[in-house]
């Protein structure tokens, strides 16, 4: 077992919910389609009452027949036959039509549901759990959720069929139904007993169904690096791993499944007999008649049906319940980003203060502590500092990725805890170090973060990005396709549409982590005047790694281990010989024209 569930551990955010509690929420979904359920129901009746009328009919037509041949109409009973057996497909299409027409609108509520709840999570849930896993809860277990309904209609059917039919044959010979209803409580029994293995083993399946869906995703995502470090053999295993996985715990839960079937099938055979033998005494007798015998051979028949396949329906229904818990689930995780508040304010000047914040990802892991910072309206502040410093922690707090556990961040005097996100992230533009671009061309990521622009007005700014000229580089100017995550563009090209994109949104504060990637030196000087475009009369957070934005900052804030040990204007940094003298000769030296010019004189 141990093995069967190594790595399928329940996400954090996963909870358990009770029958009654999925059931509930699962018919709140289908309120809004009460009109459509109320004829499914009617039909679901009427095609229970034709089926149990169908062979009624041919049992009176059997006694007809045998009693009275001289009398009977064989076109007549031809005819009826018939009008009953289409009237039973009218309904049941009826039935099939609108019912799937009221799943295909709860898939398409509960999918959008699951969507907008995963967007509203925090930054900090993607960085925790994997992306396909919350992929597959919103692709595959929203349609094995639909599978509820349709199967629970069926049931139904089947429930109503058998009780029309029930009632009939208690009025034919109480004795033989007595007989065909003492044994479906151990039927019923077994099949319910069922459940439990039934649930557990399902959500297993589902979640190694996530964990394929997640390989899977990551592979393709990672595949350019694969291929660099030829390790196409090293992923398919890995891939046959993951695939065994799945292969043995779906035929675990396939003969779990399975087995229920012959134990139910015994306990029908004994049912079987007993009603057989006492019909045919009764029958031998003369108290019954050949088609009441034959009406009870076809009601043992559709009797027994519905009850084996309750085992079915709940190994089906578990799988709907699991795959809706596991929806449920992701749309009810709660986020640690918290509002106390939803002020909406009409301007952002940019005036940023950190006054004795606490931060961490988790407990063992202090980033900030007891951290105090000044931002000034309009002020281009650099942060620099070893990898792990805080530089990254800074903005994504500013941009409110992340909660902070203790002190204040104040934006304009406002506490950032009590401001509209949608509205206060309006006026950031933020460029991450490795820029993402949506499949589509240039003018659609331009125009992506202000989508009521003009196109004339996206072209304005991708001009005043390094002067236009990166965008004769294009094949189709800014209607060139960038392909998926922008595959189609340099990573300078990248970056540059990404300085148009927050040029264009006008934002008050801007915020950028910078690349790391070797550029060519045009693309940089680009970049470069791009970023003095963007950070012109802007409140300005720089994560520094190019000399040039070091140099032109107003202040650079030198941190180590979550703490400021260092902050002025680059010249002030390099006389004080500290921590920053130190950064700028290992990091820095080497962009400086003095260097470069150096260099060359060697070579020469």
Same mark, same amino acid.
């Given at each position: ?85 289409s009237l039973s497909w009218v ?195 003369? !108290? ?108 994504k707090l500013i941009a409110r ?50 989508p009521e622009a003009t196109e ?30 922008? !595959? ?117």
């Open positions: 077992m141990g093995f069967f569930m190594d790595g399928l551990d329940a996400e954090a955010y996963d909870r358990q919910y009770s029958d009654r509690e999925l059931v509930k929420r699962i018919v709140s979904y289908f309120r809004p389609q009460l009109p459509r359920m109320v004829i499914v129901a009617t039909a679901v009746v009427l095609t229970a009452g034709v089926d149990v009328l169908l062979p009624i009919i041919i049992s009176r037509s059997l006694d007809t027949l045998q009693n009275d041949p001289a009398s009977a109409n064989l076109l007549l009973i031809t005819s009826l036959i018939t009008v009953v057996a309904f049941n299409m009826l039935r099939q039509w609108l019912s799937a027409e009221a799943v295909g609108n709860v898939v398409l509520n509960l999918r959008e549901d699951a969507v907008d709840a995963i967007t509203e999570r925090d930054l900090s849930f993607y960085d925790t759990f994997p992306s396909g896993k919350i992929v597959s809860r919103v692709t595959s277990d929203t349609a094995a959720f639909a599978q509820v309904v349709v199967l629970t209609i069926d049931l139904m059917s089947r429930i109503l069929l058998v009780g029309f039919l029930l009632i009939y044959l208690a009025t034919v010979s109480t004795k033989l139904t007595l007989v065909l209803v003492t044994i479906s409580p151990f039927v019923m029994g077994a099949a319910l007993g069922f459940r439990k293995i039934a649930r557990d083993w399902v959500t297993q399946s589902r979640r190694v169904l996530a964990e394929v869906s997640n390989h899977i995703q990551e592979t393709v995502s990672g595949i350019g690096v694969a291929k660099t470090f030829r390790q196409e053999s090293t992923i398919y295993d890995e891939f046959l791993d993951v695939n065994n996985r799945s292969y043995k715990i779906n035929l675990r839960t396939g003969f779990t499944f399975s087995s229920i079937f012959p134990i139910l099938n015994v306990i029908i055979g004994f049912g079987t007999a007993g009603l057989l033998y006492v019909g045919g005494k009764t029958v031998l007798s003369g !108290s019954l008649s050949a088609g009441d015998w034959y009406l009870f051979i076809q009601g043992m028949a559709l009797f027994w049906f519905p009850l084996t396949s309750i085992a079915s329906f709940w190994s089906q229904f578990q799988l709907g319940l699991a795959a809706g818990e596991r929806v449920f689930a992701i749309m009810d995780a709660e986020n640690k980003v918290v509002q106390t508040a939803n002020h909406v304010l009409d301007q952002v000047r940019g005036d940023i203060r950190f006054e004795h914040v606490d931060f961490w990802y988790n407990e063992n892991e202090t980033v900030l502590k007891n951290f105090s910072l000044h931002i000034q309206t309009g002020e281009t502040l650099a942060l620099v500092g070893h990898t792990g410093s805080g530089k990254s922690s800074i903005t990725f992340y909660e902070f556990q203790g002190g204040k961040i104040l934006v304009d005097g406002h506490d950032i805890r009590t401001l509209s996100l949608t509205d206060y992230r309006r006026f950031l533009g933020i460029v991450s170090q490795t820029p993402f671009l949506f499949d589509g061309t240039v003018m659609d990521n331009i125009r992506y973060g202000s004339q007005e996206a072209e304005r700014a991708a001009q005043a990005v390094g002067g236009g000229d990166w965008i004769k580089s294009l094949p189709q100017g800014l209607h060139t396709a960038v392909g998926e995550r922008g !595959s189609s563009l340099s990573m300078g090209q990248r970056q540059l549409v990404a300085l148009a994109r927050v040029l264009l949104q006008n934002p008050s504060i801007f915020i950028l982590d910078e690349a790391t990637a070797s550029i060519d030196p045009l693309t940089e000087t680009l970049i470069q005047e791009g970023l003095d475009t963007v950070m012109d009369n802007r409140t300005s957070i720089v994560v520094a790694h190019r000399l040039s934005t070091i140099k032109n900052a107003d202040r650079i804030i030198v941190l180590r281990e979550g703490e400021i040990i260092e902050e002025g204007s680059h010249e002030d940094l390099l006389a004080q010989g500290g921590h920053y003298a130190e950064l700028y000769n290992t990091y820095f030296r080497h962009q400086s024209l003095e260097y470069i010019e150096a260099s060359g004189e060697l070579i020469a």
